[in-house]
């Protein structure tokens, strides 16, 4: 809407900045000169026991000297009421006595229409007050005194009482001159289908009235007083002044509380907030009968950057928290986001004050967690992940979530929480700190203690099993650590490596769950310490491996991988064979025992061979690592040169 020119200077003029800001703070007498309009108190925007905030009438202007708040009027009632540039106008117009400008005539008309609807409303609130003190009401006050209501809570929130009867509302309304079709077109009551006179929409309920941002009641909730009613609660059908989606119930005394600095609350109905609020969380708002919509969640977002939606302890709660997630991914923004607090198993926010009071609520809501935990949860609650295939299940099903986020930014920091949570989920059960000990059918899982970097003297005496195969492992995890740019092609096969070692299984989970950081090295060495790194590239076996040597070569890296890898499988496949062959020499021995030996070695062999030979340009040394065919004959050149005329002899090549 826009403001005709000298609107905002005349609305100035007229308001004292002394009188507005009057209202939220309290003035300090032996700094402030009212006389002059020169007033001094403790800055409403941060804490501070020193009077600060400076406040110049006659500019009409506020300052802070400590947290250098600064604005007019209007700024001030935005900042702390937490409204808008326009509402924040209209609010002080009204004070100043200052008519609005005028909009053109059919939106005049159809704002004159929701004026007189808005004090039909009114009305109504007024007359249920009314009945809940009246000996109608005895049974609601009764009521509410057993949930614990005190009048001022009653009072604050205009709690009322519908008595029984068809048209007790109607006749009270129509006998003070309001027309029938403004109390029909604001939803309080319901023409008859038999041709008698209309009857009231709410009848034997407690009245919740609901109100607009400005504060002004666009509808009612209403409560059954009648245990075997079928609508336990019932809102106001939609009408001019009311959307269901679009509004919050105790919008506005929660954006203001959320503008002092309060936690945003969505809790479930009017009982839970009221109560919320009556127990100090007076930031707290509940949705209108249905889901939260996309219209409510934006709302909640103006008000707050990180609403905590707080959950029920039971099935529908957290269905209900479900269904807000699938809703908010697509919308999530820098800074804009949800957290969730589930209450204890069959407890609502109002039963768990009453049973333990703001300090029990206080402490699930600090443990409220993020919106990507409870999407994992969900994907993950009741399920088994025992197979590659239902892994595989469960990845492509997080994947579709995080790829409704349309913020690239949140969408790759989802992708890392998610690979986190993977990580805790799966790690365990192998790899670092287990090993396998015993071959074939009987083979069994056993803790493996794990042997500390600064006792390791070297790769054999560090060994309790095959020591070829770990250094096997050893230079896997070198070139992969060396070369992260390739790990995204060996993630699975890194993952399905068993390691014999446990210091390798760990790093080897470290890498993995860092693999898709800027600088994976950079954060392994961050997480275990430089010296565990360092360790790893100067065993010597390491050391000379070309991949690791040329950090960075992703071809050689790939080469290297893909043969190191088959190595390990082909040796582990070759003790498995061994191990159930011991077994099978049990009972007794026949040829295709002895042939399955046979193609189990020369399996091995073959995957033995460089690979690498194929191309011509490496060998393979003593330690089964791939050594430059250049280099090598550049050594054994030099070897031949140096003079063993003193006794010594020469090396043996190869």
């Known amino acids: 809407m826009s403001l005709p020119p000298g609107f905002l200077d005349e609305l100035r ?51 802070c000297f400590g947290c250098h708040a600064k604005g007019d009027a209007i700024k001030f009632v935005t900042e702390t009421e937490n409204v808008s540039f326009i509402e924040a106008v209209e609010i002080l117009a009204e004070e100043a006595g200052m008519q609005m400008p005028k909009r053109d005539p059919q ?40 949930r614990g209501l005190s009048q001022e809570a009653r009072d604050r929130f205009g709690i009322g009482f519908a008595p029984e009867g068809w048209q007790g509302l109607w006749d009270q309304l129509t006998g003070k001159g309001v027309a029938p079709d403004l109390i029909l077109a604001a939803g309080l009551a319901k023409p008859s289908t038999k041709g008698g006179k209309p009857y009231d929409t709410f009848r034997n309920r407690i009245m919740f009235p609901i109100r607009d941002g400005r504060g002004k009641c666009i509808a009612f909730g209403g409560r059954a007083m009648d ?61 209108l009968g249905t889901a939260v919509t996309e219209n409510q969640l934006q709302l909640l977002w103006r008000i707050s950057d990180e609403p905590i939606i707080a959950l029920d302890g039971d099935t529908a709660g957290l269905r209900a928290a479900m269904r807000v997630v699938d809703l908010a991914l697509p919308l999530l923004e820098a800074g804009k986001s949800l957290r969730f607090a589930v209450m204890p198993e069959g407890q609502d926010p109002d039963d768990l004050i009453r049973a333990k009071g703001a300090g029990a609520v ?109 250094l096997h492992e050893a230079v896997v995890l070198a070139v992969a650590l060396v070369t992260p740019a390739v790990l995204e092609d060996f993630e699975y096969e890194l993952e399905s490596m068993e390691c014999l070692d446990a210091e390798n299984a760990h790093l080897r989970d470290v890498l993995l769950r860092y693999a898709n950081s800027p600088d994976p090295r950079e954060a392994v060495e961050m997480a275990l310490g430089p010296e565990m790194v360092e360790n790893l590239l100067r065993q010597p076996h390491v050391a000379i491996t070309p991949a690791v040597r040329k950090a960075g070569d992703q071809a050689l890296a790939r080469v290297t991988l893909t043969e190191e890898l088959a190595k390990i499988k082909t040796v582990r496949g070759l003790d498995e064979e061994i191990a159930e062959a011991e077994e099978d020499l049990m009972g007794v021995a026949d040829e295709a025992m002895t042939w399955r030996l046979r193609q189990a070695a020369e399996e091995r062999n073959r995957a033995m061979q460089s690979r690498q030979e194929e191309g011509g340009d490496y060998t393979t040394g003593a330690n089964g690592a791939p050594i430059d065919r250049d280099e090598r004959a550049a050594l054994d050149a030099l070897m031949q040169n140096i003079d063993f005329s003193r006794g010594g002899k020469p090396p043996r090549k190869g």
């Open 362 to 470: 206080q402490k699930v809501l600090d443990g409220a967690m993020p919106m990507v935990n409870l999407l994992w949860q969900r994907e993950i609650e009741g399920k088994v992940f025992d197979s590659p295939e239902r892994r595989a299940a469960l990845d492509k099903q997080l994947k579709a979530k995080i790829n409704l986020i349309k913020d690239p930014s949140i969408k790759s920091h989802y992708g890392e929480a998610v690979k986190e949570l993977r990580y805790q989920l799966f790690r365990p059960q192998r790899g670092g700190g287990t090993r396998f000990i015993g071959g074939g059918k009987r083979g069994n899982w056993q803790a493996q203690p794990v042997v500390q970097s600064g006792t390791k003297v070297s790769m054999l005496a560090a060994s309790e099993g095959p020591v070829e195969q770990r």
């Open 227 to 287: 245990p075997n009613d079928n609508a336990k609660y019932l809102n106001s059908p939609e009408t001019e002044l009311f959307d269901k989606g679009r509004n919050l119930y105790n919008h506005a005394p929660a954006r203001e509380a959320a503008g002092k600095g309060h936690p945003l609350i969505v809790a479930e109905g009017y009982m839970d907030v009221i109560a919320l609020s009556e127990a100090g969380f007076g930031a707290s708002v509940a949705p």
């Open 13 to 63: 003029s007229r308001t004292s900045i002394t009188q507005v800001v009057g209202r939220k703070v309290m003035w300090d007498p032996r700094k402030s000169n009212q006389g002059k309009g020169d007033m001094w108190a403790p800055c409403p925007f941060h804490h501070e026991k020193t009077a600060s905030f400076h406040v110049d009438d006659r500019k009409g202007y506020y300052y």
């Open 107 to 146: 939106a005049q008309q159809k704002a004159d229409r929701r004026t007189q609807l808005a004090e039909v409303m009114e009305m109504a609130v007024q007359h249920f007050r009314l009945m809940l003190n009246a000996a109608a009401g005895t049974e609601a006050r009764a009521y509410l005194d057993k």
